[in-house]
């Protein structure tokens, strides 16, 4: 089943804690990207990657880190230094081949600050 | 800086009825525009982008540079469309799609 999943489907963080979502494609896609969406918003870009071991800011960044270590892998930790973590996070996929591609979205993770 | 408007939080029209959501933008580039749609317990998806200038699932959307808006109409509506809608925009980086998005609009088609 292709797709992109997303994992957990709800967190939890503590004061203080690093967590990290996990967004693994098996769409063969190179670009990836994380948005985060907050209630009566719309969704805003975190970071994006284009292609293997690159990564870019996108509007939002601060607070955040991600990697790029293999092609179907693109997670995202929420670091201490973020410091209104809670909201929907929403990671997505496209080929990476043309300009305005259409995105392939994941289910999502709700991240939650105890 | 580039901006999505959606004005309406939530259009409620009755089956049958026309539909008209409303997207205004600011971008200081040439745009290309997008109608991302979310039904209940789906995925969040793409349902056409001007550039294909289609009709999917019966809507249509035309980008209007005077007015800067690319509103999505449908002249019949349906049960099946009630969903969220966000129009976004994309601004070129290389082969990556970075998107604004607006704030979006439930539809909600009764009875």
């Known amino acids: 089943d292709g797709g992109i999943t997303q994992s957990p489907k709800y967190l939890f963080r503590k004061e203080g804690q690093n967590v990290t979502l996990s967004c693994e494609q098996n769409l063969n896609h190179d670009a990836m990207y994380w948005y985060r969406q907050d209630p009566g918003q719309g969704l805003r870009l975190i970071y994006y990657s284009q292609i293997v071991n690159d990564f870019q800011k996108g509007d939002i960044a601060e607070g955040y880190s991600v990697s790029r270590e293999k092609k179907e892998s693109f997670p995202l930790t929420v670091t201490s230094a973020q410091k209104n973590p809670t909201a929907f996070y929403l990671c997505?996929?496209?080929?990476?081949?043309?300009?305005?591609?259409?995105?392939?979205f994941g289910s999502g993770t709700q991240l939650s600050v105890l | 800086a580039q901006r999505v408007t959606q004005p309406e939080k939530l259009l409620s029209v009755f089956k049958g009825a026309p539909v008209e959501l409303k997207c205004n933008y600011s971008y200081s580039g040439s745009p290309e525009l997008f109608w991302y749609v979310q039904y209940s317990r789906q995925r969040l998806q793409l349902l056409l982008r001007h550039i294909s200038r289609e009709s999917i699932k019966g809507f249509t959307a035309d980008l209007n540079k005077g007015e800067t808006s690319f509103h999505l109409k449908k002249p019949f509506a349906q049960e099946e469309d009630s969903a969220m809608y966000y129009c976004?925009?994309?601004?070129?980086?290389?082969?990556?799609?970075?998107?604004?998005f607006g704030t979006g609009t439930r539809l909600q088609v009764t009875l």
């Open positions: 997505a996929s496209s080929p990476g081949l043309i300009k305005n591609e259409k995105l392939f």
């Open positions: 976004a925009l994309s601004r070129n980086t290389g082969t990556a799609s970075k998107l604004t």
